[in-house]
Every structure is written in structure tokens, then in C-alpha cells.
């Protein structure tokens, strides 16, 4: 089965300090994939990484479609401006920008699909409201709209579900099984380890570097669970990555391939 995305001694960070390190693996296309580990672990760096939000310290991420329109990003609710001035009919519409461009027209057909987009996620009749007077699960299931309006191959989600009710969690997790069923390809990166446990066939643990990854039973141990949690605690946040310069200097411009990074377990 081909790769939609393939890690490759993969460091990410921020200002020269690592917050995700020696990651090696591969996603298959088709994959639902649950992303866990405590505060801290580097989810949402992955994540950023994935999206090309930043660049490696290190090592690569390779893409099976290079196409970025086929990537599709939801970042943590914290991360959204809720006070700026647009309805949600407007903002689910951004979800198409790549296709119709910057200045480009929304014509009969492409309204069709904002329509049945908001239809989808259970927000008919809200499409003049601005988004400052949502709530937090009307806020979620405005963003997932537009995440089915990109029609994305690979969809990544930063904490779709935190503090939104049920019921939406349940109505957005059922777009989530739409998608998988159409074998695209889904990270998700979550908190509640006993829903991963129900509803997610492959699960990364994550703390900082990888502590396990593949089939959830497998992975989610209460062992490799402390031992997430311990290497978090002990992880130093001031940390520089040891990467090596010959190496760097070969490296593809905007990215250091296959560059080495070493940061010892405590």
C-alpha cells in the first residue's frame, strides 16, 4: 500500500529547540490514525509539520500527492480568531479558495456545495451568524464544513472534539468514519485514550520522540503510557538539536535531509 506520508529521522521545532524528534515511520493512504500523548508531547508540532506550517530542524517528510490542496489542516480551536468579522456561510466558503482562487467566483454549483456542506454538519439556517456568537460545538462543526467543501486526500485534525457536547462530538466523529470509509487518509490528534481505544484501528504515542506506534492494543499499554508521561517530564525544553553540518549543507534547500538529531532519554 503506497504512503501518503513517510517520516524520515524527522526533527521539528521552534527557534533551534526540538519539539518533536527521531520520528521514522510511514502513514498508508487510507489510514486512521490517532496521534496521543500528555501536554506537551508534540502533537501539535507534528501536525504543523504535516502541513508545512513549519519547516524540519531535521530529517524530512516525505508526501505521496505533493499536491497541497489535497492536505487538509484543523488546528486547535484555541488557534482560531473567533472575533473576527465573518458569518459562517463566508467562512465555510474559504474551504473551496484553492480551487476557485484569492479573487475567483462562487458560482451556482460551488454555493450547492457550501449549502450542503453547512447542511452536513448541522448548521442549516446559521449561515448569516457571525462566527463570534457560535458556540463551541457550532464553532467545530463550522470548521469541519469547510473541511468537506476542501475535499482533501489526507485530513489532519488538532483536537477536533475538546470541549465540545456529545452530540457533536458523536456528529463530527461520524464525518470523521465518512471519510475513512472513502479511504483517505485521517490523523488525528486526541486525549481521551479510551475513545482511541474504540474507535481508532492505529494509534502514534508520542512524547517529544516516539514511544510507540501501530496497532492501538499494542501501543496504548499502561507501560508505554508512563512511560510517556516520564519522558515529558524529563524532557529538557531548552534541548539544541546536534544536527550534522555536512550533512545540512547537502540538504535540499528549505529542509535538512536526512540530517541527525540526538537528544538522550532520561
Known amino acids: 500500500m503506497t504512503a ?3 517520516f524520515r529521522n524527522l526533527t521539528l521545532g521552534y527557534d ?3 519539539a518533536v524528534h527521531h520520528l521514522d515511520g510511514a ?11 500528555p501536554n506537551g508531547a508534540g502533537k501539535s508540532t507534528l501536525f504543523k509539520g504535516i502541513v508545512g506550517v513549519i519547516k524540519p530542524l531535521a530529517g524530512r517528510i516525505e508526501r505521496g500527492d ?3 490542496q489535497n492536505v487538509a489542516y484543523l488546528p486547535q480551536a484555541a488557534e ?3 472575533t473576527f468579522p465573518i458569518n459562517v456561510y463566508d467562512m465555510v466558503s474559504m474551504g473551496l479558495w484553492r480551487r476557485a482562487g484569492t479573487f475567483g467566483g462562487i458560482d451556482r454549483g460551488a454555493r450547492s456545495s457550501i449549502e450542503q456542506a453547512i447542511a452536513a454538519v448541522g448548521l442549516a439556517g446559521f449561515e448569516n451568524r457571525a462566527i463570534a456568537t457560535l458556540s463551541g460545538g457550532q464553532m467545530q462543526r463550522m470548521l469541519f464544513a469547510r473541511l468537506l467543501l476542501q475535499d482533501a486526500r489526507v485530513i489532519v485534525l488538532d483536537e477536533p472534539f475538546n470541549a465540545v457536547d456529545a452530540k457533536t462530538s458523536a456528529d463530527l466523529f461520524d464525518l470523521v468514519r465518512r471519510w475513512h470509509g472513502e479511504r483517505r487518509t485521517v490523523l488525528t490528534a486526541m486525549h481521551d485514550i479510551d475513545f482511541v481505544r474504540e474507535n481508532f484501528p492505529e494509534t502514534l504515542l508520542l512524547a517529544r520522540e516516539p514511544v510507540a506506534w501501530g496497532r492501538t492494543a499494542n501501543v496504548l499499554t499502561p507501560e508505554n ?3 510517556a508521561r516520564r519522558m515529558c517530564e524529563a ?5 539544541e ?3 550534522d553540518e555536512q550533512t545540512s549543507a547537502l540538504a535540499p534547500r528549505g529542509e535538512l535531509a536526512d540530517a541527525a538529531t540526538h537528544q538522550p532519554r532520561r
Not at 27 to 37: C, D, P, R, T
Open 241 to 243: 538539536p546536534c544536527v
Open 235 to 239: 524532557f529538557d525544553q531548552q534541548a
Open 66 to 68: 505533493p499536491n497541497p
Open 4 to 6: 501518503a506520508l513517510r
Open 225 to 227: 503510557l508512563l512511560a
Open 16 to 18: 533551534r529547540h526540538p
Open 27 to 37: 502513514v498508508e493512504s487510507g489510514a486512521l490514525m490517532a496521534v496521543v500523548g
Open 80 to 82: 482560531i480568531d473567533r
